[in-house]
């Protein structure tokens, strides 16, 4: 993957390259965590520090966070 290609076109080939049952819920979770980080902002400017502050933020809502990084996991594997 390119030095500074944009979370937003990360996630979408990340998606697109999911198998189509996947692919849903997959975005659905990927997109929650482009409105908090920002989409336009280079997939390289990602950090743990960034994901452990998504993950506590989750926690603290009630949401699933630590399954919720599935997915950032998963496109942080792909994009490396």
Do not use: C, I, N
């Amino acid at each position: 993957m390119a030095v500074d290609v944009t979370l937003s076109e990360a996630m979408s080939e990340f998606v697109s390259g999911l198998a189509a049952e996947h692919r849903p819920a997959v975005a659905r979770e990927l997109q929650r965590f482009g409105r908090w980080f920002g989409t336009d902002r280079p997939v390289r400017t990602v950090t743990r520090l960034d994901l452990e502050r998504y993950q506590s933020q989750q926690e603290d809502s009630g949401g699933g966070g630590s399954t919720r990084l599935e997915p950032l996991k998963d496109l942080d594997r792909k994009s490396t």
